[in-house]
């Protein structure tokens, strides 16, 4: 069973940055695709940015070139880091771990982004 721990997320004004961590615990975390998704009020969740086992990433248009998602397979950890944050980038947001048929996800982390 595989657990993940989000930290990092808080309140934060517009124009500033904020870096999301999650670890998670088990074996498999070098083969897995890891991901951050968020979900903000009414509406649903959404991918933001996603990394493979290769390091490879891809991002949501609307974060494209101010959030930036990084692994650190030693530590079992990916992050993200949000540069240039503005306020409809407000959400709960979500790790993700896909290995195989399975899929985790973490508690989630509150970002929100003052005008």
């Known amino acids: 069973q595989v657990q993940l721990v989000e930290s990092g997320g808080g309140l934060v004004q517009a124009g500033g940055s904020l870096r999301l961590s999650c670890t998670a615990s088990?074996?498999?975390?070098?083969?897995?695709?890891m991901g951050w998704y968020r979900q903000a009020p009414g509406k649903q969740r959404e991918l933001v940015a996603v990394i493979t086992p290769g390091s490879s990433t891809n991002y949501a248009d609307s974060v494209k070139g101010r959030f930036t998602i990084s692994r650190d397979n030693a530590k079992n950890t990916v992050y993200l880091q949000m540069n240039s944050l503005k306020p409809e980038d407000t959400a709960v947001y979500y790790c993700?771990?896909?290995?195989?048929?399975?899929?985790?996800w973490g508690q989630g982390t509150q970002v929100t982004v003052s005008s």
């Open positions: 088990g074996s498999g975390f070098r083969i897995s695709v």
């Open positions: 993700n771990l896909r290995t195989g048929p399975s899929n985790y």
